[in-house]
């Protein structure tokens, strides 16, 4: 059983910066494919990124790409999530989630297995 616990999230202005971290524990964190999802009020839980178990291939949704960059330390057993140039449009709850690392990399929601209690993040003007 894998444990997600989020950090990071908090209130930004426009134009600026956040980064959020997830640390896993429970498992062995190169078994996993990792993603970043995020979820806004009245919203369904939407893709943000994903990387594969190595760390060598990322994948981001459009509304972000150019903007966030995910990375991973295995031997932290440790995921970032680096948001720069936020939008008001980005305010969400942020989740990370692990799935198998037979999934490669996928921003569906279904093939991932744990997930974390998330982070929020607020962007104002």
């Known amino acids: 059983q894998v444990q997600l616990v989020e950090s990071g999230g908090g209130l930004v202005q426009a134009g600026g910066s956040l980064r959020l971290s997830c640390v896993a524990s429970g498992g062995t964190f190169s078994d996993y494919a990792m993603a970043w999802f995020r979820q806004a009020p009245g919203k369904e839980r939407k893709f943000v990124a994903a990387?594969?178990?190595?760390?060598?291939?990322?994948f981001y949704a459009d509304s972000v790409k150019g903007r966030f960059t995910i990375s991973r330390e295995n031997a932290k057993n440790m995921l970032y999530l680096q948001m720069n140039s936020l939008k008001r449009e980005d305010t969400a709850h942020y989740y990370c989630a692990a799935g198998r690392r037979r999934i490669g990399i996928s921003s569906n929601a279904l093939h991932y297995d744990y997930w974390g209690q998330g982070t929020q993040v607020t962007v104002s003007l």
């Open positions: 990387i594969k178990w190595s760390g060598e291939t990322t």
